[in-house]
């Protein structure tokens, strides 16, 4: 069975604070991808990575960045929390070559006051 | 830019019976197909894909594929309340780095 991690399940910071959410994995996919998703908006992509430190803009990175240093590891950085950052983050892992089917970690609710 | 369609419900359905769930998608050079169950609170978890035309089977579940039509659907079969869920689509155009576009998802209720 695929496990995916993710460090938090749910987490509150301040307005200007830098955040890191970190996702791990454990079956040695070549794919990562980091989702948020909001009501009524569906799961929009913010950056993903198809090999260790290479990574790709989704459709709305403004504000994040993505760190891939490890195959199994892949950090979402919020340089400066904006209270518009309050979502749902999803981690999601593919095998790549053998296919595309996403499998997600349990995700993080974060609040940002 | 890629489009995947699903009408957001609620679709009530009684305890017993068939749940039809359906997705429409705008790429026609998509390649694979995939239903998702999300409960609330909760992250989406992988039920089914399809890759053919045609119909998969898989104990209750049944997903159909008509790429002419672009046209994805997701048969439940004596539904159960625990089959009340959010089921999203989602569409690839192969494997490799190829990401998924999602749909925003059906939300299900099956009444007792």
Redesign the interface.
Known sequence: DVKVTQSSRYLVKRTGEKVFLECVQDMDH??M?WYRQDP????R?IY?S?DVKMK?K?DIPEGYSVSREKKERFSLILESASTNQTSMY?CAT??????????????TRLTVL | QKEVEQNSGPLSVPEGAIASLNCTYSDRGSQ?F?WYRQYSG?????IM?IYSNGDKEDGRFTAQLNKASQYVSLLIRDSQPSDSATY?C?V?S???????T????THLIIQP
């Open positions: 070549e794919n991808f009524g908006l569906g799961l992509l993903f198809y790709e989704g999803l593919s095998p790549g070559a053998t296919g595309n089917e996403q499998f997600f970690g349990p995700g | 694979s995939f909760k992250s989406p978890e992988l894909f999203l989602a690839g192969g494997g490799g780095a190829d990401g998924l999602f749909g925003k998802g």
